[in-house]
């Protein structure tokens, strides 16, 4: 499949997402917001990837929805359906069983910041700027809301979408929306540096694990225990199990098949 608003990459087991309509702040317009998903969607399928890196390229995450598509259309259904396109990729991403990390420089504003709170882990550059800003252009962040409330709390989520202020790397940091800050030169090797060592561990193990994670994340303490302890059942009677253990106890690196 080739793309014309996104570009994907392999390093080893690690596959590298960029939006690539750096001219229009890597906006999602309903062509790349479909490249998107398909994009996610076809690594995901693919055993070789362990994890996955989403960028911008241009120094820019992303401004959001491309506000150019708004007069596009007219009724209900028609706003509704291309929302549901645009606001997609979360569900994506919240599904997929392979690791995301994303690496923002420049500006995640809008939808730029809902992949930010929808992937597993994110890096920001040290001069980013992030907010959920459809609330100045007449709007509201509803979508990207999703992923948010699930990683801050509701005061700063609200204060987030209430005012559409702009918050540095080091707030998001303070607010657990991204894990690392780094100066904007190093944002991609921060980012592969942590695909990396999640690709380095069992896939079967880590796929299990981030399943059983969100699940459990969403149940009551003694339902969440018990998803807990079946995927750990499950995962100990992988291959990967086996060796991992047998590599720690003989001293030396393990070979995983992701069986
Ligand atoms: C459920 C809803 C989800 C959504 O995603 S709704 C979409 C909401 N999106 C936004 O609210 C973002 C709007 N953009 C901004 O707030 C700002 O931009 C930034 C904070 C991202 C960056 O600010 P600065 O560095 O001052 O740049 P600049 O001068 O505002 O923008 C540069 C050029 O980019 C265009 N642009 C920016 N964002 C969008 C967009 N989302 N859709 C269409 N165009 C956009 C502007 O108009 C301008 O263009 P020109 O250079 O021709 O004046």
Not at 19 to 41: G, K, M, V, Y
Not at 59 to 67: P, R
Request: aromatic share 6%; net charge negative; proline share 3%.
């Amino acid at each position: 499949m080739t793309y014309d608003t996104i570009e994907i990459t392999r390093d080893d087991h690690v596959a590298t997402i960029a939006l690539d309509r750096a001219e229009n702040f890597n906006t999602f317009s309903t062509a790349l917001s479909r490249e998107l998903i398909e994009a996610l969607e076809s690594v995901d399928g693919d055993d070789e990837v362990r994890a996955v890196v989403v960028e911008g390229n241009g120094g820019v995450l992303s401004a959001g929805i491309d506000l150019n598509e708004h007069d596009d259309f007219e009724t209900h259904r028609e706003y509704f359906d291309w929302v549901e396109e645009m606001e997609r990729p979360f569900r994506v991403l919240t599904d997929m069983r392979t690791p995301v990390i994303v690496g923002v420089e420049g500006h995640a504003a809008a939808n730029g910041l809902g992949l930010v709170a929808a992937a597993d882990l994110a890096v920001a550059a040290s001069d980013a700027q992030m907010g959920m800003t459809a609330v100045n252009v007449g709007l509201f962040c509803t979508g990207p809301g999703v992923p948010l409330i699930r990683t801050v709390t509701e005061k700063q989520a609200l204060e987030l979408l209430l005012t559409g202020e702009l918050i540095g790397a080091e707030t998001a940091k303070d607010w657990g929306l991204v894990n690392r800050v780094v100066d904007p030169d190093d944002v991609h090797e921060e980012s592969m540096a942590l695909a990396e060592s999640i690709a380095s561990k069992s896939p079967v193990a880590v796929q299990k694990g981030k399943e059983a994670f969100y699940e459990a994340a969403d149940l009551e303490f003694d339902k969440a225990m018990d998803v807990a302890n079946e995927a750990f059942a499950t995962i100990c009677r992988t291959e990967d199990a086996a060796e991992g253990i047998e590599a720690f106890l003989e001293d030396r690196e393990p070979e995983y098949t992701g069986r």
